[in-house]
């Protein structure tokens, strides 16, 4: 138990991540704080959220680009509720945005259970379907911050037992995974679909429906990262959170999620969006430009591929040659 | 990808003849498609017949497909490259740097095409010589290539290109053709003879069918592979020197999303996403297509967003039909069995 652990990658992680504090605070001692600290966090909720879906939807060997355009498209939704029938609580918007994610993810899963449509392929064209139609709903307008209810604005920022209520969401988020992943049928059968698709066929599993969950799943996360995201910035448009599907995907393969399916773990994404908040907080302590973040994050993407490509060919003897190849 | 159930598979009593087989193929489809957007676009606006107009149409596919038939080849070899509009970014910058350090257009294309050429080899480096999957290493450079471009531009602007420069995207061969557009002929006829008329042609479609039996028969994978991504590179490189001298700035957004249509068509072309099948000129009638669409949607006023939702449904709608269309033909095979 403890050599497993000292080999992980969990702990890989957790050197690495310190290793940039050390470096972070030599050049900044007000980096390392407590408050700061959490600060980061509290920014990097919002990643480890979508993360945690993403990574569900990697472990059935699939994936998910749309999870931006998702987000983008209920929290837009979310706002637009908010502006124009002002009567609606918050809490209702919130569960709003969830319930539309998930119907988006269903739709991406249903491509790819029902069609056998290849899931880049889908996740591809929702992606450019759910950025289109925040256009056609909001006609390109802005909804702006003066046109945003006050509680709408402030529930994620609520201060609750000294933390936001943002990071408590994401806590209780990767709390509900853990147990999720670990303790239940469901996360086991998303393990197994990824890890051999065949053997989980005659183990008794639907592979297609285990991924329309995953997808279902991811989906209702972007969801609420839609709201999450639309209040905590204050303003919605077509744009926002563009591009931020690679994020969520170099936070999955950082944190050790094999792109091929079936390896991964929970603290894994989760300190692989850490790991990627530290940074983007970090640069302009450091007096880097901000700019530099997406190639930072784009050769850390590389280097964390070539990394899990080493871990996974450490497998161990073959016993049994494999008979079959799985198309 | 994933079934278990047992499926009869019927063998015909004759193989179909070579033009019922021309009839029912995806090429001649396209054919009508394109036929038919070409009627409708010229009822729907006066002004789409005018030659001028048709030649203007022609700048919306030309750049993507010369990538597209680079992707066609990789796609067919079971790869992807996501990294292209990233290398487009990457090598108008590095063209707009030369540019303001005082270097002139013969010296520009040459740090073009080597930019493009210099990306592609990274990106076939990672994937044929550490062997990580083409998906997440080309969704890396894609953010390392734009990035570099974030870093050197930031929010500012390469405009000061010399005159001579312009030529690549504004100039004209002859009469209405473009040099983009002679460009686009030329790139089809070379990749056209590449894929169906050579023995490395007959490689990408065995390496895409079966890495692991082409590999035995004597073919260098790696190899081919890694040429498939250099040319993918020269061909984006390609495609920068065109759009940045038909825009004449640069910007690191330049070409933002691009990848996305070049897979669209290509796979719209008819080749196999999963690999193995396809052709060059289904991705030139897909290049029609889709330039049509555009131009036709822009006539009509329709914002480009809108049109990038026509974009995403066609690409989805183009894989889901054959699928479909093969499990309602195999039930009826069935049921007439």
Not at chain 1, 29 to 55: E, K, R, W
Not at chain 1, 97 to 125: E, F, Q, R
Not at chain 1, 279 to 286: D, S
Request: charged fraction near 10%; charge should be positive; aromatic fraction near 10%.
């Amino acid at each position: 138990m403890l050599t497993m652990f000292l080999r992980s990658r969990e702990l890989l992680l957790l050197v690495a991540i310190a290793a940039l504090l050390v470096v972070v605070t030599w050049r900044f001692p007000g980096f390392i704080t407590l408050a700061n600290l959490a600060n980061v966090y509290n920014d990097t909720s919002i990643l480890i959220i979508l993360a945690l879906g993403q990574m569900v939807v990697i472990l059935t060997r699939c994936i998910d680009l749309s999870m931006a355009a998702n987000l983008a498209l209920c929290g837009m939704v979310a706002a637009m509720l908010n502006f124009y029938v002002p009567g609606l609580p918050v809490l209702l918007l919130v569960l709003i945005a969830v319930v539309l994610g998930t119907a988006l993810g269903a739709i991406n899963g249903l491509l790819v259970w029902k069609l056998d449509i290849p899931p880049i392929v889908v996740t591809l064209g929702t992606m450019t379907i759910f950025r289109g139609t925040i256009f056609l709903l909001s006609g390109g307008a802005w909804i702006n911050a003066h046109q945003m209810s006050d509680l709408f604005k402030s529930l994620p920022r609520g201060i609750v037992a000294g933390m936001p209520v943002l990071s408590w969401l994401s806590l209780a988020v990767i709390i509900a995974m853990l147990v999720v992943m670990r303790r239940t049928p469901t996360g086991r059968a998303f393990y197994a679909v990824g890890g051999n698709p065949h053997a989980a066929v005659y183990t008794g599993l639907d592979v297609g429906y285990t991924r329309f969950k995953a997808y279902c799943l991811s989906g209702g996360f972007a969801g609420l990262a839609g709201y999450l995201w639309v209040s905590r910035y204050a303003v919605a448009y077509v744009d926002i959170a563009a591009g931020f599907e690679l994020d969520v995907v170099a936070a999955c393969v950082i944190g050790g999620i094999s792109i091929a399916g079936g390896v991964g773990t929970v603290p894994g994404a989760v300190l692989g969006a850490l790991f990627l908040g530290i940074i983007k907080n970090a640069l302009p302590v450091v007096n880097i430009s901000p700019f530099a973040q997406m190639a930072i994050s784009g050769t850390v993407i590389i280097i964390a591929v070539a990394v899990n490509a080493r871990a996974e060919r450490r497998k161990g003897r073959v016993i049994l040659k494999r008979a079959e190849h799985v198309a | 990808m994933i079934s278990v159930e047992q499926t009869a598979r019927y063998v015909p009593d004759r193989l179909k003849s070579p033009a019922a087989r021309w009839v029912k193929s995806w090429e001649s489809l396209l054919i009508v498609v394109a036929l038919a957007i070409f009627i409708t676009n010229s009822f729907a606006s006066p002004y789409f017949l005018d030659p001028w107009n048709l030649s203007d149409a022609s700048f919306n596919f030309t750049e993507k497909a010369l990538i597209a038939f680079a992707m066609a080849l990789v796609i067919i070899s079971g790869e992807i490259d996501l990294s292209v509009a990233a290398i487009i970014a990457l090598t108008s910058t590095a063209m707009g740097y030369a540019a303001q350090a005082g270097f002139d257009t013969p010296m520009l294309v040459a740090i073009g095409l080597a930019t493009g050429l210099g990306c592609g080899a990274i990106n076939g480096l990672l994937v044929t010589g550490l062997g990580l999957p083409s998906i997440v290493v080309t969704i890396g450079t894609m953010s390392l290539f734009r990035g570099t471009s974030f870093i050197i531009l930031g929010d500012q602007a390469f405009t000061s290109y010399p005159a001579s420069f312009a030529y690549f995207g504004q100039g004209y061969v002859w009469w209405v053709f473009s040099f983009e557009l002679a460009l686009f002929v030329v790139a089809a006829i070379v990749y056209g003879l590449l894929l169906h008329k050579t023995n490395f042609g007959r490689a990408v479609y065995a390496i895409g069918n079966n890495a692991t039996a082409a590999l035995f028969s004597g073919i260098r994978v790696g190899r081919i592979k890694f040429i498939l991504f250099l040319l993918t590179g020269l061909m984006a490189g390609m495609a920068s020197i065109c759009l940045t001298s038909r825009l004449g700035s640069t910007r690191p957004s330049i070409a933002l999303g691009w990848e996305l249509e070049v897979v669209t068509m290509v796979v719209l072309g008819g080749v196999n996403i999963l690999g193995g099948s396809g052709s060059i000129p289904g991705v030139v009638l897909a290049a029609l297509i889709m330039g049509m669409v555009t131009f036709g949607f822009g006539l009509l006023n329709v914002p480009g967003i809108v049109m990038s939702i026509f974009i995403g449904l066609l690409l989805i709608l183009v894989i889901a039909l054959p699928i479909v269309y093969g499990r309602l033909s195999r039930r009826w095979a069935r049921s007439a069995a």
